[in-house]
């Protein structure tokens, strides 16, 4: 382990008592990047000091006339690779002008797949920095000297990290105290813990009737026990029929694993 990873390890163990959370972005294209987080629940996190945006384009610690940052692949093949020093010279820089790189992660499609419950940990994190490469990547030594964990958003390729990074992003910010104007939106959602990891349950509003379709009763009935049955139900429905796996390690009374069943035969 470097310095440097040593320096990190340190800053990671830090929790939420700090009011701001650093998060820095290494890219080559800062622009694509930086429109999203003026908006929505990303920009109230910035308006609201809840966390603290950096963005930078690391070409601009690449050397040469035309500041190359990628070069051929050793072993031959197809496209080209982000060579390691510039990226690192980036991490160093921000270092050196006191900027706290906390986890250091690096967007990949060959990544652990980003969960909610990663979005619950690194939301405690005092600082993150996310990397974005493109093309077919980059120079596998920079991991060893700088990266702590590596993320995918899912089993398919993008053109480069910087969506994956937003989408990270707003799934962290989401969860700090103080960005959501109610704190209860981000208790029980779709994979959170306090749901039990399943799906949510639907949702409706006004009016009561919508094209001929009408609001399940139970949910105008006023009866909050029988409401809480209801979503809970519908969450076990929903789950079993797009995301069944997600049942595996759930406890479940023997009516509900019935319905399930049930579900799983198509009555």
Request: aromatic share 6%.
């Amino acid at each position: 382990m470097s310095s440097l990873q040593a320096q990190q390890g340190n800053s990671t163990q830090e929790a939420s008592h700090q009011d701001t959370q650093s998060l820095n972005i290494l890219t080559l294209f800062p622009d694509a990047v930086t429109p999203y987080f003026n908006i929505g629940v990303t920009g109230r996190a910035i308006d609201r000091k809840v966390i603290d945006l950096h963005c930078v384009n690391f070409r601009d610690y690449a050397e040469g006339n035309y500041k190359a940052v990628d070069d051929l692949p050793f072993g031959g093949g197809a496209g080209m690779v982000i060579q390691a020093e510039p990226v690192a010279r980036a991490l160093d820089d921000l270092v050196e002008k006191g900027r706290n790189l906390g986890t250091v992660i690096m967007m990949a499609p060959t990544g652990k797949v980003f969960t909610q419950a990663d979005a619950e940990r690194l939301s405690q994190k005092s600082a993150l920095t996310f990397i974005c490469g493109r093309y077919e990547g980059i120079d596998a030594r920079l991991n060893i000297e700088y990266v702590n964990e590596v993320f995918s958003i899912g089993d398919y390729i993008l053109s480069g990290g910087e969506l994956a990074a937003m989408v990270m992003i707003d799934a962290i910010a989401r969860l700090k105290p103080g960005v959501l104007n109610n704190a209860e939106s981000a208790t029980y959602e779709s994979h959170s813990a306090k749901s039990g990891a399943l799906l949510e349950h639907p949702h409706y509003t006004r009016p009561a009737t919508w094209r001929g379709h009408s609001v399940p009763s139970v949910l105008m009935s006023g009866h909050h026990a029988r409401i809480q049955t209801w979503r809970r139900e519908e969450s076990l429905k929903t789950t079993a029929r797009v995301r069944p796996e997600l049942l595996e390690n759930i406890d479940l009374t023997p009516e509900e694993r019935s319905m399930i069943e049930q579900i799983r035969r198509g009555e």
